[in-house]
């Protein structure tokens, strides 16, 4: 049985948060807020000072003109509540530019990226550099199989200089085919096996499997990475392999020609073996068209 004290606390309580609640609906917003939640005024009151901090977002949301404009404590998101058992439970939830944001963006969750800088991960058709003549080829290329896919298996072999964006052309290529539902990966391949070998005890054959069997791949940057044995025959060798039998459309960039690319294969610090180096090489040739792209390095 309560004490006359606790009995006395408890209506100065319950009067002080009638009160501010009280003082609360002078404000138009937040009335609107509570009429729109339709729950007794007993309940409304003991989360005046939420709902206030939700009144305040809901204001700014209703005269945003755009996400950039956006006055909430987290862009994009509005801190409103729902009811749940006669209850409510605040959260942050997406405002109508942020869900349009993410509906145009969706597509991006079609593309595995490993360790690609932020452009590559952000690369379209429509911000190609097209300036430069000596780009046409490549972007020509790209654009028929886009056109033509799925109905192509060979990708592409794209050398040449550093910085002239052979990694953005293609990446771009893999983002149209992305808004299609078509899956891809694009992998910084010196790094990419620096991070397998490291994962021998964990997801080792996910992650392999995955490259392996995955729509489009780009291998970005081959030839960079120092030839070993391992990476070579037990990783290399079996992916191009696999892709070429199954007639998986296989991308590379690369700095060196093919005549270069069969030499860097051929010596490791193990050995020296030119006939592996060819075989490998003669698998590229069959997985894709060889192509030559010198320009100007827009990395400065």
Not at 92 to 98: D, G, L, R
């Amino acid at each position: 049985m309560k004490t006359l004290e606790e009995i006395n606390h408890y209506h100065v309580n319950k009067n002080h948060l009638a009160k501010e609640y009280l003082d609360a609906l002078k404000d138009p917003t937040f009335k609107e807020l509570t009429e729109i939640l339709n729950l007794p005024d007993e309940i409304l009151m003991k989360y005046t000072s939420m709902l206030q901090d939700s009144a305040i977002e809901y204001e700014h949301c209703k005269n945003c003109k755009n996400i950039l404009a956006c006055k909430n404590k987290l862009t994009g998101f509005c801190y409103l509540p729902h009811v749940s058992n006669d209850g409510l439970i605040f959260g942050y939830q997406a405002c109508k530019f942020q869900k349009k944001k993410q509906k145009e963006s969706a597509y991006l969750n079609n593309i595995y990226l490993f360790d690609v800088p932020n452009e590559i991960k952000e690369a379209k058709m429509s911000d190609i550099y097209k300036d430069d003549k000596s780009r046409f080829k490549a972007i020509k290329w790209l654009t028929t199989f886009i056109k033509n896919y799925p109905d192509v298996s060979k990708g592409l072999y794209l050398y040449g200089n550093f910085g002239c964006g052979k990694t953005y052309l293609i990446a771009a290529t893999f983002h149209e085919l992305a808004k299609k539902g078509v899956k891809s990966a694009i992998v910084f391949w010196p790094e990419y096996l620096r991070d397998l070998k490291a994962s021998f005890a964990t997801d080792f054959s996910e992650k392999f499997e995955r490259l392996k069997k995955i729509p489009l791949l780009l291998i970005d940057d081959i030839g960079a990475e120092n030839t070993t044995v391992w990476s070579r025959d037990e990783i290399f060798c079996p992916l191009v392999q696999y892709r070429m039998q199954e007639g998986l459309p296989t991308f590379f960039t690369s700095n060196l020609t093919l005549e270069e690319l069969e030499s860097h294969f051929s010596i490791s610090k193990e050995s020296v073996d030119q006939v592996k180096a060819r075989r490998i090489i003669e698998r590229i040739r069959q997985l894709t068209e060889e192509l030559q792209m010198i320009s100007k390095n827009l990395r400065k």
